[in-house]
């Protein structure tokens, strides 16, 4: 490999390091991604991406990409509980509950109301390649899988890499100005000395990817179903069986995710594999073929640091949970999101370089919050046991009679039946978290506080409360251009543009926005939106969320974060303005207190 030198250096080509090659294509900054593997994962993995992304998706020209292959709202929007798809015994082929998730059957209407998007379903296997070829497109040549970085170095100036072609073996050097570790934490962090903090090594997670047709037993409405019968071991137990697709609605590849103790001598191999899963289904003479069995320790991690020097961890090299709600991949997204456009700015010369301080300010409490709810919503499946009747050590006969009396058609089955549907409501936590996806936010770092509280916060993460307050993200409303239907998400572009909104009487913003503009030679749309505009408000939303007056202003980041606003106009716009760029672009204090308007 020949010697290169570049802005960025990604290390890993999994979901976090192609969307950051792809974020950073698309805000202009030249740079290398390597991938010690040869392609891209083997293993379905992560497959839920949530509204968040999928409007991060929508932003860089992907959405419709993902949408055109991944799982339709009609197989998404259902989770459930069986006894077992198969067998012919009273117990088996019972449902236990269903619930409406991620934004599908009653919860698609609040849904559709804060945000473009719906959420989507894609394993990690094809997902990835999917952005693995977009990336190429937008860097041709900047992507090396079958090179790994075997070490480096940082220096005031940049990281200078070394990094061997596994193909050849030969080894050349990258110089660059900055370094994004999306390796998944196999390296880099332990390189610099960043600890992963929080309970590991808790269970051995087992994940078996096959192919078999299941149309006669599966209700394909259904993304997951839980297994739970008196010859399993509750929810994690027994296992959750995964629609993979490629085809939806009568899917050729699934996934059962379970779990044992990592000591357990009785862990499955791929040898084990069939006759398990034909055991599990209750379908004994399935005809099915295993792709791969997988292992990989259930925890709970966060990083201590998410930046060391010009060295930022993001995606699973920042944090690590259970997989329940999906955040694993959806956080990564997010990372490379919010420290994309910062380099860019950084590189461009438009943002001081402490502004990259941010991205650890932003995003590391939103990483900590995602762990803790990841934690508690896997834990919470064992309440579920417990809401069944079922404990710890309970022989086979004591679980059927669980089982029977829960089913009965009694007085006390009614009770049962009752008593369980109120512990599985709380499992909303995990396929009804609107919220938790959408709404999260920054409290410090690129941005300028107005001295205004916070909105409530539904503390299950259903409820979603929109917002202009700075450091939340941008609400939705569909808008009326040329005749056109657009989102508010959409007025700003993926190439690094800030966006200045104002309302009918808000000509001076935007007189003095051309004026800022030049001044810090940024790039900045200013827009008008209401009766007689440009952008008219179409459906009287965005009156309804945008909380400043016809003559204010709200400031919107390159991520569709809100930045800054004044609820009316202010005697020096000008000076206004300055203030508030200077403070997002980290050429002065961040979060400058200001006068509440």
Same mark, same amino acid.
């Given at each position: ?25 698309? #805000?202009?900054?030249?740079?290398? #991604? ?7 994962? %083997? ?13 991060? *998706? ?30 012919? @015994? &009273? ?24 945000? &473009? +998007? ?19 497109? @937008? ?19 940049? +990281? ?18 900055? #370094? /994004? ?12 000395? +960043? ?33 739970? =019968? ?9 296992? +959750? ?5 490629? $085809? ?8 059962? %995710? *379970? ?37 990989? /320790? ?26 329940? =709600? ?36 932003? @995003? ?129 572009? @993926?190439?690094?543009?800030? #966006? ?16 800022? $503009? ?16 440009? *952008? ?36 020096? /716009? ?6 508030? *760029? ?12 200001? /006068?509440?308007?």
């Amino acid at each position: 490999m020949q010697d290169l030198e570049v802005p960025v250096l990604i290390v890993g080509g999994g979901g976090c390091g192609l969307s950051s090659s792809i974020f950073l294509s698309d #805000l202009g900054v030249d740079h290398l #991604l390597v991938e010690r593997h040869a392609t891209t994962s %083997h293993l379905p993995k992560a497959h839920y991406l949530n509204q968040r992304s999928m409007e991060v *998706f929508r932003q860089h020209h992907l959405a419709d990409d993902i949408y055109a292959v991944g799982t339709p709202m009609e197989h998404l929007g259902n989770v459930g509980w069986m006894t077992s798809l198969g067998g012919d @015994r &009273p117990l088996d082929r019972q449902w236990i509950t269903r619930m409406d998730s991620f934004g599908g059957g009653a919860l698609r209407e609040q849904y559709l109301a804060d945000s &473009p +998007v719906t959420a989507c379903n894609y394993p990690q296997i094809r997902l990835e390649p999917l952005l693995k070829g977009e990336a190429e497109k @937008r860097a041709p040549g900047k992507l090396l899988f079958n090179h790994e970085m075997v070490t480096f170095t940082q220096d005031a100036d940049g +990281v200078s890499a070394q990094i061997q072609d596994r193909t050849d073996g030969s080894v050349g050097s990258v110089r660059a100005k900055y #370094l /994004i570790a999306a390796d998944g934490g196999k390296s880099i962090a332990q390189m610099l000395d +960043v600890t992963m903090d929080g309970p590991t090594g808790l269970l051995d997670m087992v994940s078996v990817h096959f192919t078999a047709d299941l149309s006669e037993f599966y209700d394909s409405s259904c993304v997951m179903i839980w297994l739970v =019968n008196p010859e399993g071991a509750g929810s994690w137990g027994s296992g +959750v069986l995964v629609q993979m697709g490629p $085809t939806w609605g009568k899917s050729e590849e699934w996934v059962v %995710h *379970f779990t044992v103790r990592p000591d357990d001598p009785e862990r499955w191999n791929d040898s084990a594999a069939i006759s398990r899963i034909r055991d599990l289904l209750k379908v004994p003479d399935l005809e099915l073929q295993v792709h791969k069995v997988s292992h990989w /320790i259930l925890e709970g991690v966060l990083a201590s640091r998410y930046g060391v020097g010009r060295v930022f961890l993001a995606g699973d090299a920042a944090h690590r949970h259970p997989p329940t =709600n999906g955040l694993g991949m959806n956080s990564a997204f997010q990372d490379a999101h919010n420290l994309a456009w910062k380099l860019s700015a950084v590189l461009r010369e438009e943002a001081a370089p402490s502004i990259l301080e941010s991205y650890e300010v932003e @995003r590391r409490p939103v990483g900590m919050r995602n762990v803790d709810w990841a934690m508690f919503t896997f834990l919470n499946h064992m309440v579920l046991d417990a809401g069944l009747g079922l404990r710890p050590g309970m022989s086979v006969a004591e679980q059927e009679a669980e089982f029977t009396a829960f089913f009965s058609d009694t007085p006390m089955g009614e009770t049962r039946r009752a008593r369980a549907a109120e512990v599985f409501s709380t499992q909303r936590t995990e396929f009804q978290a609107h919220d938790l996806e959408i709404g999260y936010r920054y409290d410090e770092g690129a941005l300028v506080h107005d001295g205004t509280e916070p909105p409530p916060r539904d503390p299950m993460g259903n409820i979603h409360y929109p917002t202009t307050r700075p450091g939340h993200r941008l609400p939705h409303a569909w808008l009326e251009v040329a005749g056109k239907q657009i989102s508010t998400l959409d007025l700003v572009g @993926r190439a690094g543009q800030f #966006l200045l909104i104002t309302g009918p009487d808000g000509e001076a913003w935007c007189d003095a926005a051309r004026k800022v $503009t030049e001044n810090f030679g940024i790039s900045l749309r200013a827009v008008r939106i209401g009766a007689e505009c440009e *952008f008219a408000d179409c459906t009287g939303r965005w009156n309804a969320v945008r909380q400043i007056d016809d003559d204010g202003a709200i400031i919107i980041r390159p991520d569709n974060h809100v930045g800054w606003r004044s609820k009316t106009i202010v005697a020096d /716009i000008s000076s206004e303005l300055e203030h508030a *760029f200077t403070a997002i672009l980290g050429r002065g204090p961040w979060s400058i207190p200001a /006068i509440t308007r």
